[in-house]
């Protein structure tokens, strides 16, 4: 009977530690998690950079940052950033195909199991309905 409560005691225990892990937003803070393109035109690509803070106390390391799709290149900075200081994850997105997209990031920082994801967003325009669009912002 001891050990069946000295087991489901440290069961428990272990329980509760596990439930108190660091999440990302401990480490870093972004300026945003969303960024909307709006209409952009077929072909051209587009980039965007989502800027962080680390609001540690220590310095922190982007292990890596993953695109949805290959029509996503992300790029993050490969050095510690130290506690205070701000980066970013810069989002570049190809456009290829027209319509609507919307693709995420998920980015690991070490230490932490919990990914942060962020997200870019818009709409692809051919090359005739983009110039009807951009006529239509003339007016």
Same mark, same amino acid.
């Given at each position: 009977?001891?050990?069946?409560?000295?087991?489901?005691?440290?069961?428990?225990?272990?329980?509760? $530690?596990?439930?108190?892990?660091?999440?990302?937003?401990?480490? $870093?803070?972004? %300026?945003? %998690?969303?960024?909307?393109?709006?209409?952009?035109?077929?072909?051209?690509?587009?980039?965007?950079?989502?800027?962080?803070?680390?609001?540690?106390?220590?310095? $922190?390391?982007?292990?890596?940052?993953?695109?949805?799709?290959?029509?996503?290149?992300?790029?993050?900075?490969?050095?510690?950033?130290?506690?205070?200081?701000?980066? %970013?994850?810069?989002?570049?997105?190809?456009?290829?195909?027209?319509?609507?997209?919307?693709?995420?990031?998920?980015?690991?920082?070490?230490? $932490?199991?919990?990914?942060?994801?962020?997200?870019? %967003?818009?709409?692809?325009?051919?090359?005739?309905?983009?110039?009807?669009?951009?006529?239509?912002?003339?007016?």
């Amino acid at each position: 009977m001891k050990t069946l409560m000295l087991a489901l005691s440290v069961m428990l225990l272990s329980t509760s $530690v596990f439930s108190q892990a660091q999440k990302p937003e401990d480490l $870093v803070e972004f %300026k945003e %998690k969303v960024y909307d393109f709006g209409k952009i035109k077929q072909g051209v690509p587009v980039n965007h950079e989502f800027m962080f803070t680390n609001v540690s106390d220590k310095a $922190v390391v982007i292990e890596s940052a993953t695109a949805s799709c290959g029509c996503t290149t992300p790029s993050w900075p490969q050095a510690p950033i130290a506690k205070g200081k701000t980066d %970013k994850v810069k989002a570049g997105f190809n456009a290829a195909a027209p319509g609507a997209f919307t693709k995420q990031i998920t980015i690991k920082v070490a230490g $932490v199991q919990q990914p942060t994801v962020i997200t870019i %967003k818009g709409e692809v325009l051919n090359a005739d309905a983009y110039a009807q669009f951009e006529k239509s912002k003339g007016k």
